[in-house]
């Protein structure tokens, strides 16, 4: 059985940074492309950032610039380094797989983890 472990949010002020990181464990990880997703109350999840196995990237248009998505396939391990970051980023992120770099909103697993919640605010 697949789990998802995120980890590195908290309270940050406008312009700050903060790095989130989620552990993959019950599957091989180094196949899969991995996402971060984010769900602010009241909107639907989306699609932050993806990264296959070979590091190729993609990002939705918000995020482009400020933020890097990485990973660590002997740790199992995905990271989000997120910069100048702004009040409209304050959600509740989480990790999952997507089926390619190009359709990330097809997750592959199918139960979430508890996610990392981030809250930009002065």
């Known amino acids: 059985q697949v789990q998802l472990v995120e980890s590195g949010g908290g309270l940050v002020q406008p312009g700050g940074s903060l790095r989130l990181s989620c552990v993959v464990s019950g599957t091989l990880f180094s196949i899969y492309v991995m996402g971060w997703y984010r769900q602010a109350p009241g909107k639907r999840r989306e699609v932050v950032a993806g990264i296959s196995s070979g590091g190729t990237t993609n990002y939705a248009d918000s995020v482009k610039g400020r933020f890097t998505i990485s990973r660590d396939n002997a740790k199992s391990t995905v990271y989000l380094q997120m910069n100048r970051l702004q009040p409209e980023d304050t959600a509740l992120y989480y990790c999952?797989?997507?089926?390619?770099?190009?359709?990330?909103?097809?997750?592959?697993?199918?139960?979430w983890g508890q996610g990392t919640q981030v809250t930009v605010s002065s």
């Open positions: 999952n797989a997507g089926a390619t770099i190009l359709t990330l909103e097809n997750v592959q697993f199918p139960s």
